[in-house]
């Protein structure tokens, strides 16, 4: 367990790795959904040409940012009005984020427009999981506090259980990769998923979460085993995405060049899939490599369209 606390600048610099990690990720991911794109080629170390364009996981993952880079904390208010005066539903938000967050943006609060979505159920779907990663990688010093960040995060859009238990998962597992790569001790793949446990809450996310845990403590399988097992994010849905992609990022900790390939690999939402592991994992890696492991390649962060420049500090290092 970690018994240091970080200072501002690290805190930083694990958000904005993980911020590259998250939107070379989903870039990479979004150009699959293209004909054409061979995956054999990915896999040989030659993925298509840029510029990769991101998509919506990016461009929320980048108000989150710079909330944390100006305050520290999530301040829901201030987090809901960013996200509504920034949709573009160019970039691929989906049809109930972009009612809510027109709703918002019309002058509606951000809890009731989350809470009457979807028939008054509230999304379950994973775009609050999408955009979390930088926020465990700026609390990897304190796990908690990340998990209650992540609720203060998703609660803007996501009312139901389900989608905000998704974006505990994925901040949490962000703060220990984080805390992995300050000890520089790379943790087991089925005790990287372990130590989640105290973090789960009874539903289908949880369900999903334990069946990961099930296939690494189990006979090896391959990513197409997982993804049947799991889900791909077909369904956009948190129960259908982060388990896959907590078992992907666990799998392929040391490896983000294998990692995005993998969720390459088993197809579904592809983008989303690869935003919230290439957040965890960039959080472990960084950008380039190290002697021990395989971080954001140079190439392809030159690949992916340079951030926003309100994105703060990160966008200093578009390409």
Known sequence: MMSFVLHEPARLDL???????????????????????????????????????????THMACSVAAELGGYGDIGQDRLAVAFAERCDPYRG?????VVIL??????????????????????????????????GAYHADRPRHAAEQAIRSAEVTHAHPEGIAGAILVAVAA????????TGVRPPASAFLDRLEPYLV??????????????????????????YELGNGSRVTAQDTVPFALWVAATHLDDYPKAITACVAAGGD????????????????????????????????????????????AADRNG
Do not use: K
């Open 15 to 57: 958000c904005h790795d993980s911020l590259h990690g998250l939107s070379v990720g989903d870039a990479l991911g979004a150009q699959f959904f293209m004909v054409g794109r061979s995956l054999t080629e990915l896999a040989a170390g030659r993925p298509p040409a840029g510029p990769w364009e991101w998509t919506d996981d």
């Open 93 to 97: 938000y989906g049809a109930g984020a």
């Open 202 to 227: 009874d539903g289908q996310v949880r369900r999903g979460v334990e069946r990961a845990r099930r296939l690494l403590a189990g006979r090896a399988v391959t990513v197409e085993e997982a993804a």
């Open 175 to 182: 703060a220990y990769a984080g805390q992995a790569r300050l």
């Open 270 to 313: 592809v983008d989303t899939t690869g935003a919230i592991v290439g957040g965890v994992v960039a959080t472990y890696t960084g950008l380039g490599d190290r002697p021990d492991v395989t971080g954001v390649p140079a190439a392809w962060l030159a690949a992916r369209e340079p951030l926003p420049s309100w994105a703060g500090r």
């Open 102 to 135: 027109h709703r918002i943006r019309d002058g509606v609060p951000w809890r009731d427009a989350a809470r009457e979505a979807f028939g008054g159920e509230g999304s379950c779907g994973n775009g609050a999981a999408m955009r979390v990663a930088p926020v």
